[in-house]
C-alpha cells in the first residue's frame, strides 16, 4: 500500500459523508453485484489552534485518516457495533480480512435483529423499527413481519382500490388498466367472468312505481 494513501472497504449498500475538522469524506457503498466498495483517503493536514492567536500544523497519516472515519461510522450503533466498514493492510481486501469483517457483521446484525424482535413483540409499531434493523433483516435473509417494506401504489379508476402500478387488471373490480397486456397474458375471460359475478351480487334496481 502507498505510505500515503490508505483503503477502507465497505461491505454494505450504505454510503456515508462524513464531515470531520480536516476535511469532508465520502466512503463509498458496495454497489449492486459486487463483493464490497472501496474508498481511498488521503493523508491530511490539520491546524490545532494554540492560544494567542498561534496555531500549529498537524500531520495526519492517510491510515490515521481512514481508521478515524471507519470508528465514527461504526460506532453509531453503540457498544460494539460494526457496520462492516474497515481499513484493510493493502491495495486489496485479503480473504481473511473479507471473513472477518463479513463474521463481525453477521453477528452485529443478529443482534440488532434480536432488538428489534424485542421492541415488535413490546410495540407492534413499525415506527419503532429503524433502518438499521430493516438492513440487517434483508441482510440475513430472514422474514419478519416488523420488516415492512413500503410499496409504491396508485388508485384504480374503477373502484378507487389501492393497487400496485403497471398491472393489467384490478383485482378487486375487474377493470383493464392495460389492455395489450391483459390480452397477452389471456386475462380477459377471466375479467368478464368477474365483472358478471360482480354484477351478479351488485343489488337489483328498484322498478319504478307506478301511480
Known sequence: MNPETAVIVNLTEQSWILQRSYGVFAVNACVSGEPYGLTRVAART????LGDKRTLDVNITAREVAEDLCREINSDGGDDSFFGVFVIQGNRPTDKELAEARERLTAFYRRVVMAADREWERSHSYLFINDVERRAARHLGVDKEWHYQPHETMECPGCGEKIKPHVAVCKICGAILNPAKAAE????????????EVAKLAPAQAAPVRR
Open 185 to 196: 397474458l389471456g386475462l380477459v375471460p377471466a375479467v368478464q367472468a368477474v365483472v358478471a
Open 46 to 49: 490539520a491546524l490545532m489552534d
